[in-house]
């Protein structure tokens, strides 16, 4: 098998979208199910956590969100200067890629799991971590000079959104119950995992059709952008991984983290925040190429990675 | 008795689902009472809005007021988001019973 079945779901809602079938899954069924994703990915984290001492993280936490913060910090003299993208746009879609995919993350997790590839429980601790610093940078990169910045909004969205919330609540709830607190709640958040995120990543693929008629309009530099940022962001969470010495499903997760480019909270963030962006772009390279990018070539190419550099560096 | 209706405005928007929170606080500091919202589905310059997913949701908020606090609200719209958002607002006449609620 050379990806996950999940994927097929996501091409068969892809190929739906571009024959446009009739399919669609109603706006209700999105919603609950990405809260039960979000949900089901915090709670696992949460019950592997309790296995940590928590303040041996705080350092290797520390040196995760600042190498990420090169990822948005480089994308967006590339898309301003070499792009020529308008300011705001650049720090919108530098925002986009700075920030995480938690069903990218799911995706590679399954992954690794149909290996038989174990990885540190805590990367979901990374995950909620990595999901606002790019955010705050892109904003602040696009209000550069101007006194207008909408701080206040933008935190408010950030934290209040239903990532962190449920991310973190997950985290917590699963932290405190442990292993066997959680057994109750088993089959429906872990049993079920799976289908649910076929579900969803069905339902990907069909909004991913419809963006892609935006990236006609983009040029072939953002096509570019739009696969080779996820490869050097990849590389950067290898070799980032294995300085903290993770193992090599460490570091396949950290690597996917780093490449993966937000389409819930970003999106919903830098509307407020940067209305002047035109979020046609930035989603449709985030979710139109970056994100099947991610899912068909980028995990197996971080994995193929991590197994080279295991040690090297 | 006979019920003698009241002349108000009817204020309807229908923009970008993300802007609930935003237009909320505009009504708030305008001293609106009240107000509905229903999510909503269409086509216009912004392309098709199919509420697929929340970046792609419309909604559509009705408020009953006086015409004066109505022009308050569409300048202050127009002012802040038409230019970076999918939005259109239009006023009509209503007639209301309990004028005093709106």
């Not at chain 1, 984290?45 to 480089?74: C, K, N, S």
């Not at chain 1, 910045?149 to 408010?156: F, I, N």
């Not at chain 1, 991913?208 to 530099?221: E, K, M, V, Y």
């Not at chain 2, 697929?52 to 202050?76: G, H, Q, T």
Request: proline residues 5%; glycine residues 10%; aromatic residues 8%.
């Amino acid at each position: 098998m050379p990806f996950e079945p999940v994927i097929l779901f996501f091409l068969l809602g892809l190929c739906a979208g571009l024959i446009r079938s009739d399919l669609k899954i109603p706006g209700v069924l999105y919603e609950s199910l990405s809260i039960f994703l979000l949900l089901a990915i915090g709670l696992k984290g949460g019950v592997e956590l309790a296995r940590y001492p928590l303040m041996e993280l705080a350092l290797p936490g520390l040196i995760v969100v600042l190498v990420a913060t090169l990822i948005p910090l480089t994308a967006f003299p590339l898309l301003h200067r070499v792009g020529r993208l308008p300011r705001a746009d650049a720090a919108s879609i530098a925002a986009h890629y700075g920030s995480v995919s938690v069903v990218t993350f799911a995706v590679a997790s399954s992954f690794l799991a149909a290996r038989g590839v174990s990885a540190e429980g805590y990367m979901v601790v990374f995950l909620v971590l990595l999901e606002f610093p790019a955010l705050m940078i892109g904003v602040a990169i696009a209000r550069r000079g101007s006194a207008s910045a909408k701080w206040g909004p933008l935190l408010h969205e950030v934290f209040s959104g239903k990532s962190i919330v449920l991310l973190l609540g997950g985290l917590i709830i699963g932290w405190v119950a442990g292993a066997d607190g959680i057994k109750p709640l088993d089959r429906l958040f872990f049993d079920l995992f799976k289908g649910m995120l076929a579900l969803f990543l069905l339902e990907m693929g069909l909004v991913a059709a419809g963006r892609l008629a935006d990236l006609r309009r983009a040029g072939p530099f953002l096509l570019a952008f739009a696969t080779v940022m996820p490869l050097c962001a990849g590389l950067l969470g290898v070799v980032t991984a294995n300085f903290l010495d993770l193992s090599v499903g460490g570091a396949v997760l950290l690597a996917t983290l780093y490449a993966s480019a937000s389409y819930i909270a970003a999106p919903a963030a830098m509307r407020i925040a940067v209305p002047e962006a035109n979020p046609a772009i930035s989603i449709g390279a985030a979710l139109g190429i970056t994100f099947p990018f991610n899912l068909l070539v980028g995990i197996p190419a971080y994995h193929w990675l991590a197994i080279r550099l295991q040690g090297v560096i | 008795m006979t019920i003698q209706p009241t002349l108000r405005k009817l204020l309807t928007i229908v923009c970008e689902a993300e802007l609930e929170n935003s237009l909320l606080r505009e009504f708030a500091h305008h001293g609106v009472t009240g107000y509905t919202i229903t999510e909503a589905r269409g086509h216009g310059a912004h392309g098709t809005r199919d509420a697929a997913w929340p970046a792609s949701a419309n909604i559509r908020i009705e408020v009953l007021c006086e015409e004066r606090v109505a022009l308050e609200i569409v300048e202050s719209l127009q002012e802040k988001f038409y230019q970076n958002f999918g939005m259109v607002s239009f006023l009509s006449d209503v007639q209301v019973l309990r004028p005093e609620k709106f």
